[in-house]
């Protein structure tokens, strides 16, 4: 069982994976200004209870977290700490959160952090060669006891050799293509690069979507936004 929390809406792009952002996109429909950072109506998901008392959130559950900004964001500091005491009290519930600040990963720590949280995954974003040599060595110097890689969306090759070489340091990379209507260019050959270096460090990999724009074999395939993830399933390339 999963849910989506969002304790806090919008966010600031920083890279090049950011360009087309998909909560730009949404808003946009919306005439909504993404840059402008709120609270959301359902920030205390996680320990909100029904009439009868029991959390409403079940145990177990996965929480994708922040989906529709950075749990990182600079301008949800003022909010973060509460985020965190929820997460605390919630230590039966599994969250997980991606992130391209990992560089403000020792600004955002709760108090009594450690080692890290059990209950805590963390999704490190690399889009291309440049912001994975930046973030990765931040990523795998701080403590954090669960970690992924997600290469999505993913603009160039990248060598994650390296990245990968310290046991158990990285539990699974993620790897995808760009979606939306001014999507960039994903090359099959960067996946499986990816995916090689996966299988050499016996880490497990999946490849989560194509792309809108998928080139292969020096062909380019448009794939519509609904067929996607199924034609990644279909490549049958995932370790997992």
């Given at each position: 069982?999963?849910?989506?929390?969002?304790?806090?809406?919008?966010?600031?792009?920083?890279?090049?994976?950011?360009?087309?952002?998909?909560?730009?996109?949404?808003?946009?429909?919306?005439?909504?200004?993404?840059?402008?950072?709120?609270?959301?109506?359902?920030?205390?998901?996680?320990?909100?209870?029904?009439?009868?008392?029991?959390?409403?959130?079940?145990?177990?559950?996965?929480?994708?977290?922040?989906?529709?900004?950075?749990?990182?964001?600079?301008?949800?500091?003022?909010?973060?700490?509460?985020?965190?005491?929820?997460?605390?009290?919630?230590?039966?519930?599994?969250?997980?959160?991606?992130?391209?600040?990992?560089?403000?990963?020792?600004?955002?720590?709760?108090?009594?952090?450690?080692?890290?949280?059990?209950?805590?995954?963390?999704?490190?974003?690399?889009?291309?060669?440049?912001?994975?040599?930046?973030?990765?060595?931040?990523?795998?110097?701080?403590?954090?006891?669960?970690?992924?890689?997600?290469?999505?969306?993913?603009?160039?090759?990248?060598?994650?050799?390296?990245?990968?070489?310290?046991?158990?340091?990285?539990?699974?990379?993620?790897?995808?293509?760009?979606?939306?209507?001014?999507?960039?260019?994903?090359?099959?050959?960067?996946?499986?690069?990816?995916?090689d270096a996966c299988e050499t460090a016996k880490v497990?990999?999946?490849?989560?979507?194509?792309?809108?724009?998928?080139?292969?074999?020096?062909?380019?395939?448009?794939?519509?936004?609904?067929?996607?993830?199924?034609?990644?399933?279909?490549?049958?390339?995932?370790?997992?």
């Open positions: 069982m999963q849910v989506l929390w969002n304790p806090w809406h919008g966010c600031d792009k920083i890279s090049a994976g950011c360009q087309n952002c998909y909560v730009y996109r949404r808003d946009a429909r919306y005439e909504k200004d993404s840059s402008i950072v709120t609270k959301t109506a359902s920030f205390d998901l996680p320990i909100k209870r029904s009439r009868n008392g029991d959390y409403k959130v079940k145990s177990g559950t996965l929480v994708n977290t922040c989906f529709t900004s950075d749990f990182l964001l600079e301008k949800a500091d003022v909010w973060r700490e509460e985020a965190w005491r929820m997460i605390k009290e919630r230590y039966d519930l599994n969250f997980f959160f991606i992130t391209k600040r990992i560089d403000r990963f020792w600004h955002t720590l709760p108090n009594d952090w450690g080692d890290g949280y059990d209950n805590v995954c963390i999704g490190c974003t690399v889009e291309n060669t440049d912001r994975a040599n930046y973030r990765l060595p931040i990523f795998l110097a701080a403590p954090i006891k669960h970690r992924y890689i997600i290469c999505e969306p993913l603009l160039s090759g990248i060598d994650l050799t390296e990245f990968l070489c310290t046991d158990g340091a990285i539990q699974k990379v993620i790897a995808g293509g760009e979606s939306g209507y001014s999507a960039r260019v994903c090359e099959y050959e960067w996946i499986l690069k990816i995916r497990p990999f999946w490849f989560k979507q194509t792309g809108a724009n998928f080139k292969k074999d020096g062909k380019l395939y448009p794939i519509l936004r609904k067929d996607q993830h199924t034609q990644a399933r279909k490549a049958n390339i995932n370790l997992l």
